[in-house]
C-alpha cells in the first residue's frame, strides 16, 4: 500500500497559518475519498479539510489548539490498492483528554439522637405532648435543652428543622478547559480592542411610538417575516449616518488612515453555540423593513448552524449588537475594530416619566453606543446618539427625505 499525505491547504487571502479546531478522524480509522478529516480555522472562516483518497489513517500531525503553517502534512493516509515501499512516518500522539472532576463526597448528617433509655417516657409539658403527636413526632427521638432533659417548644422547632433540611453535596475539583477555535479568536479580538481609547453614551427613548408602528405592521405582514426592532435601528441607522459618515467607517492606526463608506454593512452580532459571531448584512441602506428582518434571520440562522461564508462574516462598516429581552437596563459594547462605532439596544420596560404634569407610564429603552475616541470625538457622539434618538421616538422620519 502506498503513503499519502494530506497538507494544510492554501486557503487564499494571504492567509500563512491556521488553528486546528477540530479531529474527525483517529489513527487506524477507515476514510473514503472527500471524507472530511478535520476542521482548521483562519482569522475569517472555519475549513473543513477532506480526504483526497480512500484507505487507512496512518497518522495526525497536530493536537488541537495547535498553529499549523500552510503547507505542514496534516494527516498521513495509507492508499487503498497502490503499492509502494512506504516511507516511515512519526505518529503525533492523540490529544490528552480533560481530567474528569473527581465525585463529590456526600456531607454526613448527624446520628440520630438515641431513645430515651430504661423505657422512661420523655419529660415534656402536655402541649409540647399534643403538638409532637399531631406532627407525627416520636419525643424519644427529640433531644430536650430544658431542666433534666425537658424537650420544650423550641427542641420541637429543632428537630423539624433538621429533619426537613435537604441533603447538601461537597463539591471538589476543577476542570480545564483549553481556550481553541472561536473562543480563542474572541479573546484575541476582546484583548486588542482592550487597546483602544472608547467612550460610551447612554440614551434613554421612547419607543412607545415605534412599538405601535410594529405591532400595526406586523399585524398585515402576512407570510413576511415578523419585525424585531432590529430592522428599525437598522433603518434609523442608515438613515442617520449620511449626515455623519464619520461614523461608518473604519481606522488604520498603523497606517493613519480613516476610511469611510458610502454603503452601510451592518454586523449583526449573533450569539451562537461555539461562541459570538458578526455575520454582515450588506448593503442595510438598500433593503427594506420586512427585507431587512428576513435577511438578519437568516444569517443569523447561518451562523448558528455554522454554515455562514467568510463573505458573510467580514467587511462590517457598523456593527449593531441587542440582548434582546434578555438585556440590561444598559450595557457597554465593545468596538468591532477597525470599525469605530457600535450600538447597543437594551431591554424595553414600562417606566414612570414625567410629562410636564405628573407621572405616566411609558416604553423606554437605553441606547448604548459606544466610539473609538481616537478620531470620534465626544460632542460628535452625542449628536450622533440624540439623532438616533429622534428617528426612533419619531419612526415616521426614518422614511422622510433628508431634509428631515
Known amino acids: 500500500m502506498a503513503i499519502g499525505s494530506i497538507r494544510v491547504p492554501d486557503v487564499g487571502e494571504g492567509v500563512a497559518e491556521v488553528e486546528l479546531v477540530e479531529w474527525h478522524v483517529k489513527p487506524g480509522d477507515r476514510v473514503r475519498e472527500d471524507d472530511v478529516l478535520a476542521a482548521v480555522m483562519t482569522d475569517k472562516a472555519t475549513v473543513e479539510i477532506p480526504s483526497l483518497w480512500s484507505g487507512t489513517v496512518v497518522s495526525l500531525g497536530g493536537e488541537l489548539g495547535q498553529r499549523l503553517a500552510v503547507g505542514t502534512v496534516l494527516v498521513t493516509i495509507e492508499r487503498d490498492g497502490e503499492t509502494a515501499e512506504p516511507a516511515p512516518v512519526a505518529s503525533v500522539a492523540a490529544p490528552v483528554p480533560s481530567p474528569v472532576v473527581p465525585a463529590a463526597d456526600r456531607v454526613t448528617r448527624p446520628a440520630p439522637v438515641p431513645p430515651t433509655p430504661g423505657g422512661q417516657a420523655p419529660l415534656a409539658a402536655p402541649s409540647v405532648r399534643a403538638r409532637a403527636r399531631e406532627a407525627g413526632i416520636d419525643l424519644r427521638q427529640v433531644?430536650?435543652?430544658?431542666?433534666?432533659?425537658?424537650?420544650?417548644?423550641?427542641?420541637?422547632?429543632?428537630?423539624?428543622?433538621?429533619?426537613?433540611?435537604p441533603t447538601r453535596i461537597r463539591r471538589d475539583g476543577t476542570?480545564?478547559?483549553?481556550?481553541?477555535?472561536?473562543?480563542r479568536k474572541i479573546a484575541e479580538r476582546m484583548?486588542?480592542?482592550?487597546?483602544?481609547?472608547?467612550?460610551?453614551?447612554?440614551?434613554?427613548?421612547?419607543v412607545g411610538a415605534l412599538e405601535d408602528l410594529r405591532a400595526a405592521m406586523n399585524a398585515d405582514r402576512g407570510a413576511r417575516t415578523k419585525l424585531t426592532l432590529l430592522p428599525f435601528i437598522a433603518a434609523a441607522l442608515c438613515r442617520a449616518v449620511p449626515d455623519h459618515p464619520q461614523m461608518n467607517a473604519q481606522y488604520d492606526h498603523v497606517a493613519g488612515l480613516i476610511t469611510r463608506h458610502r454603503a452601510v454593512h451592518l454586523g449583526i452580532a449573533t450569539q451562537t453555540e461555539a461562541g459570538l459571531m458578526v455575520p454582515v448584512l450588506r448593503h442595510a441602506e438598500s433593503l427594506g423593513l420586512f427585507a431587512t428582518a428576513a435577511e438578519i434571520l437568516r444569517l443569523a440562522e447561518a451562523a448558528r448552524s455554522g454554515k455562514a461564508t467568510r463573505e458573510e462574516l467580514t467587511g462590517s462598516?457598523?456593527?449593531?449588537s441587542s440582548l434582546g429581552p434578555l438585556g440590561g437596563i444598559a450595557t457597554t459594547p465593545i468596538l468591532n475594530a477597525p470599525e469605530v462605532a457600535i450600538i447597543g439596544i437594551n431591554k424595553v420596560a414600562v417606566r414612570p416619566v414625567w410629562d410636564g404634569s405628573g407621572f405616566a407610564p411609558r416604553r423606554m429603552m437605553n441606547l448604548s453606543a459606544s466610539f473609538d475616541h481616537r478620531v470620534i470625538d465626544g460632542w460628535d457622539a452625542a449628536t450622533f446618539v440624540r439623532r438616533l434618538k429622534a428617528l426612533l421616538e419619531q419612526p415616521?422620519?426614518?422614511?422622510?427625505?433628508?431634509e428631515a
Open 175 to 183: 476542570e480545564d478547559i483549553r481556550v481553541i477555535g472561536l473562543r
Open 143 to 165: 433531644r430536650g435543652s430544658g431542666p433534666a432533659g425537658r424537650i420544650l417548644d423550641a427542641d420541637l422547632d429543632t428537630h423539624v428543622a433538621a429533619d426537613r433540611e
Open 317 to 320: 462598516t457598523i456593527t449593531v
Open 191 to 206: 484583548a486588542a480592542a482592550a487597546t483602544i481609547p472608547q467612550i460610551t453614551l447612554v440614551e434613554e427613548v421612547d
Open 396 to 402: 415616521a422620519l426614518i422614511f422622510m427625505g433628508s
